[in-house]
């Protein structure tokens, strides 16, 4: 909006932000997708080019006739997404109460949501290791869900309490004030207002459980419950350091097509629920 | 030391609108203007050219006898209180009054006895430790005027420096501004107020 | 009323509403401890219920190959951990990883964050780049920058002036800790500087406009009038992912396996009790790590004077 030579500068340095963020995002993307498309001849021999020498699609046929793969897949989508619907049915009426009441206890929950969101979720698997044997939970769906919850929980607590924050809640009163009753305002005004938040939590918490790893290589012992990134660190074979490149490459591609079609579809919302009422300054 | 010459000023903003049309007021050294207007004829917009946060679509600003179109706002060496205050959030109200002291590099023992003075004309003395957020309108915007008054600028603009305080304390602003205008080095005072805020009314825009 | 004796008048005005409504209070007291009272409960069972166990066994030697050699041995195990150069390199390096990523994270994540909201066209190509690190899973993106560090299949060797086209990346401690930071560096800072974004939304406008005209330089309306405005926001920022770097796992399985020392503290507890079944050596590691992480949680509470509910306006 002003003219005195600043703006000039500003810009430039925006435009350099504006190319670098895209290529810094999407430059690993690029190279697994270039990967996925190089034959596992090509990568055995070696092939340090970005792009591939001659372009295949052999890899994808080969790794969804993978049943180990696919159905990693399945176990990956249901128990993240168990996981994510427990979490947010629990922290929805926690995450209204800290955003509209006041009560003893409120400060301590805000506080402890993110140390136990980020909590060492590794210093779980010793004792669960041992219990879960015990409980006949080793190796089963269950098994994972319920230490999931140690962080997707707190997550969707916090997230949700930033949502709930922003809704402009008089809005129900002044339904109520119009004429509505209360289930009319709850129904027609509260819902359609904090369903989005809702919603974004749900998306987010859910990418949290999906990536998990720790919890997922150690609880589980084979295909029936074992999840994608446990999936794909047993597909390495024996040798670490020469693992088949394009096979990996081309799960990897496959587990991030869902993430880019949601970002591309909720990128708004999304950023709104990380940035919106996070932070009050 | 610093007349302000406005020629000929037009604002056209991005939507195309043009807020301020065609302007022209010419400011004398020392001088104490008024500009009334209904709400939205373009008050702040003028104010926020003269002090260079908003580019000017045609026309010249003259400052002393420089052409300032082009220069940063902090090139210009004038104080102004914002229409909503702007104060910062994060410091006490003694700090803010002394931020622009600060930013200048002016030694510790002037800038409290500044601060201090400036406190005290604008009855803020016992509020001096706490945040702005905590105060009330008309206190946040003495705290404004006195991060305005403490500079050594070479104008003073106020975007409606009057329209909280009750009856006693716009009485001693107003006084308080005066003296700033007439203070020896602050050859200047410019002013806008609401209409009934304002005496000696001066010239106005051609829209309004 | 005048602006002088207002905060007088609204005190003894919101005394007064208090007591009168002093039912109300205890009644949204009870229905909010009741509502909050479910994800407490469950949040304890899931987390403080095993971290109990771990206590326990930490307790004992305990090796699952041969459960009915169990001995109660006191502090034994700790004695053991604490005595071990291996715990102490897994932890410095840890801290490494942690205070390095953190301080990259904080520079890069501030200036996408700038670019972000400073920027108004190509938004949904901004937040779509930013949001897709973000949504990415670790282990996908550590095989991406393995594959790109690799001898053979890397293309990092080939696109690097400085470097030589048969380098090892994986040959050496810090150039593997090296690619294992860049690849954290990649998944989180999206994260973070999404988290900077919604402080820096919260700088208004007209705050800076007035610093302007105060006469702040650029750099000092960053540092005087920025980023003190958004120290809860770089605090929220810096306990996520201080927290979360500290427990670093995924990258180092993927890439290194914890070869060249480059070892976590994560991946020794891992170690101890998935490969080696050393449940009661494994738990007191458990135990450490946990206690690291709070000593580590209120350490950054305490250096930037907020704590979380406070960054939220519950103070
Ligand atoms: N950023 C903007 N973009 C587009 N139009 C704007 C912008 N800011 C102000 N305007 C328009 O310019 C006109 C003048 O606005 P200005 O704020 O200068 O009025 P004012 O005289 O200060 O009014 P008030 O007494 O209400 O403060 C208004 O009609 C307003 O709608
Ligand atoms: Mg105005």
């Known amino acids: 909006m002003r003219a005195d030579g600043r703006q000039g500068k500003d810009r430039s340095r925006h435009w350099i932000g504006f190319i670098a963020i895209p290529v810094w995002c999407l430059l690993p993307v690029a190279w697994i997708v270039s990967l996925s498309f190089k034959s596992l001849e090509e990568t055995a021999a070696g092939s340090p080019q970005f792009l591939p020498k001659d372009f295949t699609t052999s890899n994808y046929g080969e790794i969804l006739k993978n049943d180990d793969f696919t159905r990693a897949l399945i176990n990956s989508f249901g128990i993240a997404m168990i996981a994510t619907v427990l979490s947010v049915v629990f ?16 400060r301590l929950v805000l506080s402890m949501a993110p140390a136990i969101a980020m909590f060492p979720v590794v210093s779980l698997v010793g004792p669960l290791f041992d219990m879960w044997r015990t409980f006949g939970l080793f190796n089963t769906w269950p098994g994972l869900i319920i230490p999931y919850m140690t962080f997707t929980l707190p997550l969707a607590i916090w997230t949700l309490s930033a949502f709930f924050r922003e809704i402009p809640w008089e809005m129900e009163q002044a339904a109520q004030v119009d004429g509505a009753t209360s289930w009319q305002a709850f129904h027609k005004v509260i819902v359609p207002l ?24 150690s609880l589980t012992s084979t295909t029936s419950s074992r999840t994608v990134p446990a999936q794909m660190s047993f597909f390495v074979g024996p040798d670490p350091f020469n693992p088949p490149y394009a096979q990996l490459a081309t799960a990897s591609v496959i587990v991030t ?14 950023v709104a629920g990380l940035t919106s009422g996070a932070v009050k300054g | 030391m610093a007349a302000i010459d406005i020629k000929n000023i ?15 007021i010419d400011v004398q050294d020392g001088e104490f203007m008024i500009l009334v207007g209904p709400s939205g004829c373009g008050k702040s917009t003028l104010l926020r050219m003269i002090v260079g946060l908003e580019d000017i679509t045609s026309g010249d600003m003259m400052i002393g006898d420089k052409r300032v179109n082009d220069t940063a706002p902090r090139d210009r060496n004038l104080a102004m209180v914002f229409q909503n205050y702007a104060l910062y959030p994060h410091l006490s109200v003694y700090e803010n009054i002394a931020f622009p002291l600060r930013l200048a590099g002016a030694p510790e023992s002037e800038i409290d006895e500044k601060v201090r003075k400036a406190s005290k004309t604008l009855d803020l003395d016992e509020h001096s430790e706490r945040k702005p957020g905590n105060l009330s309108g008309g206190q946040r915007q003495r705290v404004a005027m006195g991060r305005a008054i403490v500079r050594d600028a070479d104008a003073f603009l106020f975007d409606e420096p009057l329209s909280n305080p009750d009856a006693k304390l716009r009485g001693q602003m107003r006084t308080e501004i005066s003296a700033a205008a007439e203070a020896p080095g602050h050859h200047h005072g410019l002013r806008h107020a609401r209409p009934d805020g304002g005496h000696d009314p001066g010239a106005t825009g051609s829209r309004c | 009323m005048s602006a002088v004796t207002a905060p007088q ?5 919101e005394e007064k509403a208090r007591a009168a409504s002093s039912d109300r209070a205890v009644a949204e007291n009870r229905l909010g401890q009741k509502l909050v009272a479910p994800a407490v409960i469950l949040m304890l069972l899931v987390t403080a219920w095993p971290m109990i166990r771990a206590l326990y066994l930490s307790l004992f030697r305990y090796r699952l190959t041969t459960p009915d050699d169990r001995e109660f041995v006191g502090l034994g195990n700790y004695v053991t951990v604490l005595t071990d150069s291996l715990f102490w390199q897994d932890t410095l390096n840890t801290v490494i990883i942690m205070v390095v990523t953190v301080a990259i994270e904080l520079v890069i994540g501030f200036g996408f964050a700038m670019v972000m ?9 901004m937040r779509t780049s930013i949001l897709i690190p973000y949504g990415i899973i670790t282990v996908v993106s550590a095989f991406a920058r393995q594959f790109a560090f ?20 994986f040959g050496g401690h810090w150039s593997a800790m090296f690619a294992i930071m860049i690849a954290e560096i990649w998944k989180t800072t999206p994260f973070m500087a999404l988290l900077l974004l919604a402080g820096l939304s919260q700088v208004s406008e007209d705050m800076l406009e007035a610093a302007e005209v105060d006469g702040a330089t650029r750099t000092q309306r960053l540092f005087k009038v920025i980023l003190p405005n958004m120290k809860a926001a770089i605090m929220v920022a810096v306990l996520f992912r201080a927290l979360d770097a500290f427990r670093i796992f995924d990258n180092i399985f993927v890439m290194t396996r914890g070869a060249q020392e480059t070892e976590s503290s994560s991946f020794l507890t891992y170690r101890q009790v998935i490969e080696q079944m050393q449940l009661g050596m494994g738990s007191a590691l458990s135990v ?22 406070q960054a939220r306006g519950e103070g």
Request: positive net charge; glycine residues 6%.
């Open chain 3, 9 to 13: 008048t609204d005190k003894a005005a």
């Open chain 3, 150 to 169: 690799s001898l053979n299949n890397g293309f990092v060797n080939a696109w690097l002036p400085f470097v030589g086209d048969d380098y090892n990346w």
């Open chain 2, 10 to 24: 037009v604002k056209k903003y991005g939507d195309g609108f043009p807020a301020v049309n065609d302007v022209s």
């Open chain 3, 117 to 125: 909201h400073k920027i108004m066209i190509a938004r949904g190509l």
């Open chain 1, 194 to 217: 904090a369903a989005p938040g809702v919603f974004t939590a749900a998306i987010l918490t859910f990418f949290f459980a999906r990536n998990e790893f720790v919890l997922t290589i």
């Open chain 1, 91 to 106: 922290a929805t009426p926690a995450a209204y109460a800290i955003a509209r009441l006041e009560f003893k206890g409120k």
């Open chain 1, 257 to 270: 097509i869902p993430v880019i079609i949601i970002v591309l579809l909720f990128q708004r919302k999304i």
């Open chain 3, 288 to 309: 450490l790590l946990f206690l690291t992480v709070l000593l580590l949680a209120f350490a950054i509470v305490k250096l930037f004077k907020v704590d979380p509910a």
